[in-house]
Structure formats: C-alpha cells, structure tokens
C-alpha cells in the first residue's frame, strides 16, 4: 500500500508535462483509488486488477472527454519514488506493456 505521501507526490505529477493544451482543456477528476474492475495501465498497457491501486484522470483534452489508468510502478515511476533512472523505467514499463522485452 501507498504511504499518504506518496499518494500526494504522484499526485502532484503532471502526467502530460510538456504536452502543449489549450484554454479549454481541464481535469474533472484526478486522484488514487483502488481498482474495482479489471483494466490496463494507459502508460504501460500492464493489466490492473481489481484490488490494485492506481490513479485515475478524467479530463477534456483538445476538446474530447478521456479517462486514464495508471498503474502504481508507472505512478510512482512518474512522481520519481522508484529506485534507478525514472525515464529508462517508463519507457521499459512501456515496451513490455507493447510486448516488447
């Protein structure tokens, strides 16, 4: 289980950092839950079960209403809590979520 602040350092974590948006775009929900259904990461396309923890996001993005899943290795990935260098552990994550090695 994620410690309190943990959950607060991914969340504070723009997944879509450097993204350009427009004045239109906006998040309606942004927080940690845990799964009731069986799902895949957005990130890493790695199944998350119903139990897990994760970080669920709706927003309105380039004007169309989107939802996303990650899974807590791609979360705390994203808030840099993870051990080693965080980008090559994304796009690892990534790659075997693409069935890649």
Do not use: H
């Not at 993204?19 to 239109?24: A, E, K, M, P, V």
């Not at 396309?45 to 899943?69: C, H, N, V, W």
């Amino acid at each position: 289980m994620l410690t309190n602040d943990e959950k607060a350092n991914i969340l504070s974590c723009d997944p879509f950092e450097g993204d350009f948006g427009d004045q239109n775009d906006r998040v309606f929900l942004d927080r940690m839950s845990v799964a009731r259904k069986q799902g895949d990461c957005s990130f890493c396309k790695s199944p998350i079960q119903p139990g897990d923890e994760q970080r669920r996001m709706t927003a309105r993005f380039d004007g169309e209403l989107r939802s996303y899943r990650w899974c807590v290795s791609c979360c705390l990935g994203m808030a840099g809590l993870d051990a080693g260098d965080d980008e090559d552990q994304l796009t690892a994550q990534q790659r075997q979520g693409e069935g890649g090695e």
